[in-house]
């Protein structure tokens, strides 16, 4: 049993995208937490997290599309469920490009399908809905953005998550109206990284998959400076999120869970750090590319609010999430992935 997240002992928590790389996390820590874990996504894509774990000790997996409206309503009308974490999307920005309509079916109409559904049936008292650092109208400046700074979104992904706020927005104003005791909080993180993350053209990812298979990683926008972050911090704001839910406090509409100002790295600096913590590393290749998309320069969050209403901090700086992320990936190679998602998730919250 995890002493830190009693509050989830013995109730019903439903993760949508709990087949993806931070709902394999969540459900995990949930289950280790004495929840009973409902999920509700895609099939797991090959090679994922999810697909390497024979048995996460979820009690039930329902393969839906969020975009299918129908096929939700049939769900919550059957359902009912002590509170729900919204993951589900389409969470890449370069597949956002190629993908847009998609990404806005799934990112908007999808997250106002589940939201409009679990309201109308009445079958959750709250839903915490992830959305991302991407949210803000970036104008490259080295502050953090706090929750009340304007939104926006240049790429298809970033103003689909945007989007994905406003939709939150009105349902937290259709919940005072149609349902009161429904409540509803967006929570933005930054680039997150961790053991078990396969995504394409994702930074740490891809440093990966060069070292396993002994060539060098080509480097794209080296001098971009991210929120770094290790999945467990801001999964840990979420479910801080919740257990005040849980509790019935009155709490701000979103927060942001971001790390400290010593993870204000650049892509570079964090590449050529995990290399020099994986022996046998090749390396890096910085290879300017001219016809690479456009990718915000540097985006930073402001977590003051959480840390001061929520008395969340993050436990992590950027070295120690690469660390952490590379002994995930050792321990999981001479033991079985689901041993490694242990070991660290006890460390993390405290094992009884």
């Not at 999810?50 to 039930?60: A, C, M, T």
């Not at 979104?153 to 349902?179: C, F, I, R």
């Not at 290790?230 to 971001?258: E, R, W």
């Not at 050529?272 to 994986?278: F, G, K, S, V």
């Amino acid at each position: 049993m995890l002493t830190q997240l009693s509050d989830y002992s013995g109730k019903k928590i439903l993760i949508t995208g709990h087949t993806g790389f931070k709902g394999s996390w969540l459900s995990r820590i949930l289950v280790l937490a004495g929840a009973h874990v409902y999920g509700l996504a895609l099939a797991p894509e090959d090679g994922s997290l999810y697909k390497k774990i024979s048995d996460l000790g979820i009690d039930e997996s329902s393969y839906i599309d969020i975009r299918d409206r129908l096929a939700l309503e049939k769900y919550f009308k059957e359902n009912l469920f002590d509170g729900v974490f919204h993951l589900a999307a389409q969470p890449l920005v370069i597949k956002s490009y190629s993908e847009p309509i998609e990404t806005f079916e799934t990112n908007v109409i999808g997250t106002a399908n589940l939201l409009h559904s679990i309201m109308v049936n009445k079958s959750a008292p709250w839903a915490v809905v992830v959305t991302t650092d991407k949210v803000y109208k970036n104008v490259e400046k080295m502050d953090g953005y706090s929750e009340n700074e304007p939104l926006g979104g240049k790429d298809p992904y970033s103003a689909s998550k945007a989007a994905t706020e406003m939709v939150v927005s009105a349902w937290q104003n259709l919940g005072e109206l149609q349902n009161p005791t429904f409540k509803v909080v967006s929570v933005r993180a930054g680039n997150v990284i961790g053991g078990g993350d396969t995504a394409a053209n994702r930074l740490i990812p891809d440093l990966i998959r060069g070292f396993l298979s002994d060539q060098k990683t080509v480097i794209r926008s080296p001098q971009s400076i991210r929120p770094w972050q290790h999945v467990l911090d801001p999964l840990n704001g979420y479910l801080t999120v919740g257990s005040a839910l849980i509790a019935s406090k009155q709490i701000s509409s979103a927060f942001n869970f971001g790390p400290g100002d010593e993870s204000k790295l650049t892509v570079q600096q964090m590449a050529e750090y995990a290399c020099a913590q994986w022996e046998g590393s090749h390396g890096i290749d910085l290879i300017e590319d001219k016809n690479s998309l456009p990718e915000s320069g540097l985006l930073w969050l402001s977590s003051n609010l959480a840390i001061e209403e929520l008395g969340w901090r993050n436990r992590f700086e950027a070295k120690e999430a690469i660390r952490w992320t590379i002994d995930w990936e050792r321990e999981s190679m001479n033991s079985a992935p689901l041993q490694a998602l242990d070991h660290q998730i006890n460390d993390f919250f405290g094992a009884k």
